[in-house]
């Protein structure tokens, strides 16, 4: 009997958020060196384009269903309630098109409408997550826990701060869903996301080496197959693909000392009041040291910019630091003269800073930001949290215990260990490589 050819056509689905459709792209680009078709089904809102990077990807867009102006959890529970319908459609054409020669759906975990579509047409779907092991055992956990009595349990202080049995260092109050508003919203999207449905295998975009105990965890408890290929931005070319980044802050790096300059970003979504960016702005010029800040428009509730300073502290600012909307984050952590990193804690910028040996301050604003902040400090000890209220003399005091004291230099040495570990990691014959080439055979089964 004559054997027919594997079916090499790939549909990424990711949820259109640049945190999200990043890596995706990056496990798109990984996929398709290996001798896939890569399919991109994205929903007309921050929309990638086709020419501007993937010249070799087809691009397949859902109708828009108005998801500007939306919070967090209301934008993934809308996108789920009105994307299931299209995307079938889009599917069956797809089918039609490519002669049946779809091997697997892979889609963001918060895109849980595309399992239900891959059930009904008979199609392999596999779950891409964008986040850590960690945190999707941290879900695992509270989705098990009985919802409403946690959120009564955790009126209790002492309740708060005790750690989950298995989970050191995280503590019960890391399990909490915060800040994205109304806590049962983000409960429901929870326990939707840990759904697994029928899904056959789980991506993560991690290292065996950065977070084995999780990993091991869910290979157990999903009772299917778990596939760590991270840190997929090591090998992958795709830049920071929704955003225009501002290039021109390496030119003020390249005249700065080496590991003198302190780098602040708190990604795309997360926002300051204008009183704690003030009180940023003093810390950082008190503590002596250079700085390059992203503010991007939107960062500051009621206010552009840094312009909305008081005209003494701009002029401060622009004397000792570099200010820029939006950074080419990759290229500024390479650079020799970054000595740290203060950020929100989100997956792809923690991976981006332990990826180039760059000690972390952390600052988690929401979500599994948290988790991550707890690990880089009580796991990886590559960095500390700076929790309460943002003051000037808290900021100094961190900025110098990271760039000047021995503290800092110690964490440095320790992320240098682990920077080493994670590029091995998709060498050949590391776990990363092994992974994504157990994954690539699998695919190809019938």
Request: proline residues 4%; neutral net charge; aromatic residues 8%.
């Amino acid at each position: 009997m004559e054997m027919r050819e594997a079916k090499r056509r790939i549909v990424l689905v990711p949820v259109p958020l640049q945190g999200h459709v990043t890596p995706m792209m990056q496990l798109g680009e990984a996929l398709s060196l290996k001798g896939f078709s890569i399919t991109v089904v994205q929903v007309q809102f921050n929309l990638v384009s086709s020419s501007q990077h993937f010249p070799g990807f087809q691009f397949v867009n859902l109708p828009n269903c108005e998801l500007e102006g939306l919070g967090q959890i209301e934008f993934l529970l809308k996108l789920n309630k009105t994307s299931e319908a299209s995307f079938k459609d889009c599917i069956g054409q797809l089918l039609l098109q490519h002669g049946n020669d779809i091997a697997c759906i892979i889609h963001d975990e918060f895109n849980y409408f595309c399992g239900a579509v891959a059930k009904d047409l008979k199609l392999r779907n596999v779950i891409f997550s964008t986040q850590s092991a960690t945190n999707h055992v941290s879900r695992c956990v509270f989705s098990k826990l009985e919802s409403d009595k946690f959120l009564i349990d955790m009126k209790d202080q002492e309740m708060q701060d005790k750690m989950v049995e298995n989970l050191y260092p995280l503590r019960y109050k890391d399990l909490l869903p915060s800040g994205f508003g109304p806590v049962e919203q983000a409960v429901k999207i929870r326990r939707e996301v840990v759904n697994r449905r029928t899904a056959s295998a789980v991506i993560f975009n991690t290292a065996s080496c950065l977070e084995s105990s999780s990993l091991s965890w869910l290979q157990k408890e999903l009772e299917i197959r778990v596939y760590a290929i991270g840190p997929l931005h090591i090998t992958a070319s795709t830049p920071s693909i929704l955003l225009e980044e501002d290039k021109g802050c390496i030119e003020w790096l390249n005249k700065q000392k080496p590991r003198s300059v302190m780098y602040i970003s708190i990604g795309t979504l997360a926002q300051m009041e204008a009183e704690e960016v003030l009180e940023m702005a003093w810390g950082l010029c008190n503590s002596n040291q250079p700085f390059l800040w992203v503010i991007r428009p939107g960062s500051i509730l009621g206010s552009e910019g840094i312009e909305s300073l008081p005209n003494e502290v701009s002029r401060m600012v622009f004397e000792k630091g570099y200010i820029v909307k939006r950074a080419p984050q990759v290229e500024v952590l390479k650079h020799y003269a970054v000595g740290g990193f203060w950020s929100h804690c989100g997956w792809n910028s923690t991976l981006e800073s332990i990826v180039e040996g760059v000690p972390m301050i952390c600052r988690p604003f929401q979500g599994e930001q948290k988790v991550n902040a707890k690990y880089l400090e009580g796991v990886w000890k590559i960095g500390f949290q700076v929790e309460g209220e943002v003051e000037r003399g808290k900021v100094e005091e961190a900025v110098k215990r990271l760039i000047v004291d021995e503290e800092g230099a110690c964490m440095r040495e320790r992320a240098l260990v682990l920077k080493e570990k994670l590029k091995a990691s998709v060498r050949n014959g590391g776990s990363s490589y092994n992974d994504l080439d157990d994954l690539v055979n699998y695919l190809k089964t019938k």
